[in-house]
C-alpha cells in the first residue's frame, strides 16, 4: 500500500527546515548571496557532515530569509508540499530569530505573512497549521527570552506553542525556565527538544524544570524504564522523527530505532519529519520505513495519528474540523 494518501497530522516540523534547496537556491540567486557550499553536489539537498555542521548550513539557508514575502512564499511552498503527502494538519516551529532577530514588531509583520499563506494553504491545498514560537537553545537564555516575549505577544488562535530547538547540549534546560514560564503565563501550550542527543537525565529535567506536555525527540528516554513509565503515567508526548534520526545517527537504523520499544512501554510516540530535504525524507517516507522496520499498518498509523491529533496545539474546534 502506498501511505501518500493516508491523512497525516505532524507535530515537529521546522518551517526553514522545510525548504527545498531550490527555493533557498532562487532566493539565494535573486538577493546575490553566496552559498555553494551548502548544496549537495547533485544539488538534490544540503551537504554537512554532522548535527553541530547542520546547524551551521541551516543558519547559512536562513540568511536568505529575509523579509515577510520571504517567509509567505516559503510557508506556502512547504504546506504545499506537506498536503501532498497526505498531511492534513501540521505545526510548524516558528523563530523570532529568523524573522527579524527577535524584534517584537518584525516578529508581528513576518507572522502575518506566514499566517496568510497559512489560509490560503488551507483554502487551496486543506491542510491546516498552527505555530509554535521557538527559541533557539545556542543562542542562549537571555535571546530566548525575546522570543518567549514574542510568542507571548502573539498568542493566539494561530499561536498556540512555544518551544526550545537547536543544539540540545548547550546548558541545562533549567537555565530556560523563564521563557517557559512567561509562555506558559500566556496561555501556550510547551514543547522542547530532548533526549535527540541529550540522555534520559536531560528528558527528566526538561519535564520538571519547563513543565512540558511533549517532547521534540525524546528517543534517549527508551534507555530508562522507570522514566518510560513515568512519560507513559503522565501522558507525556513524544514528537518521534525517524529518518531524522537515522540519517543524523541519533539512532543506529530503522530497525533499531527506539519508537517501537517506547511504544510497547505505551509512551505516547507520534510520528514527523523535522527538516524533511535536510533529511531527505517526507511523511509518505516515515510511513514507509515503519512499515519497513516494523511491519506497522493501517490500524499501527491510525492509532498513532489520534495520539497526535489529540496531543496537537489547537482547539477543539479545529481538531474537529482536521478529523
Ligand atoms: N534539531 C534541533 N534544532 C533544530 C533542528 C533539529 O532538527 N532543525 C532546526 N533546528
Ligand atoms: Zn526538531
Redo the contacts with the bound molecule.
Keep these: 500500500m502506498s501511505w501518500r494518501e493516508f491523512p497525516k497530522v505532524e507535530l515537529h516540523l521546522?518551517l526553514?527546515?522545510a525548504a527545498p534547496p531550490s527555493f533557498i537556491r532562487g532566493l539565494a540567486k535573486e538577493k546575490h548571496i553566496d552559498l555553494s557550499g551548502i548544496f549537495t553536489r547533485e544539488g538534490d539537498g544540503y551537504a554537512y557532515d554532522d548535527f553541530d555542521h547542520?546547524?551551521q548550513v541551516?543558519e547559512a539557508a536562513c540568511t536568505t530569509l529575509q523579509s515577510p514575502e520571504d517567509f509567505r512564499r516559503l510557508t506556502l511552498a512547504v504546506l504545499e508540499e506537506s498536503a501532498s503527502h497526505g498531511v492534513v494538519y501540521t505545526e510548524a516551529?516558528l523563530s523570532p530569530d529568523f524573522c527579524g532577530g527577535g524584534d517584537v514588531s518584525a516578529w508581528r509583520d513576518y507572522l502575518a505573512a506566514i499566517e496568510d499563506a497559512a489560509a490560503e494553504a488551507e483554502r487551496s491545498f486543506g491542510i491546516t497549521l498552527r505555530g509554535i514560537v521557538t527559541a533557539?537553545r545556542h543562542l542562549g537564555p537571555e535571546q530566548a527570552k525575546t522570543a518567549a516575549l514574542c510568542a507571548a505577544e502573539t498568542a493566539g488562535p494561530f499561536v498556540t506553542g512555544f518551544g526550545l530547538?537547536?543544539?540540545?547540549l548547550v546548558g541545562r534546560p533549567g537555565d530556560y525556565a523563564w521563557s517557559f514560564d512567561m509562555a506558559r503565563e500566556a496561555g501556550l501550550s510547551l514543547t522542547c527538544?530532548a533526549g535527540?542527543w541529550g540522555g534520559p537525565d536531560m528528558v527528566a529535567d526538561t519535564i520538571r524544570d519547563l513543565k512540558v506536555s511533549r517532547i521534540?525527540h525524546g528517543i534517549s528516554a527508551v534507555r530508562d524504564p522507570a522514566l518510560c513509565e513515568r512519560l507513559a503515567e503522565d501522558g507525556v508526548v513524544l514528537e518521534v522523527?525517524p529518518g531524522?534520526n537515522v540519517f543524523l545517527g541519533a539512532a543506529k537504523s530503522w530497525a533499531t530505532h527506539p519508537i517501537a520499544e517506547l511504544r510497547e512501554r505505551e509512551v505516547k510516540v507520534t510520528i514527523s519529519t523535522?527538516?524533511p530535504p535536510y533529511f531527505h525524507t517526507t511523511m509518505t517516507k516515515e510511513f514507509e520505513g515503519l512499515e519497513r522496520a516494523f511491519r506497522w499498518g493501517e490500524e499501527d498509523f491510525q492509532e498513532l495519528t489520534e495520539v497526535a491529533l489529540a496531543a496537537a496545539f489547537c482547539d477543539e474546534e479545529t481538531r474537529g474540523k482536521v478529523k
Excluded: N, Q, T
Design positions: 521546522h526553514e527546515g547542520f546547524l541551516y516551529f533557539i530547538a537547536g543544539a540540545e527538544h535527540e521534540g522523527c531524522s523535522d527538516d
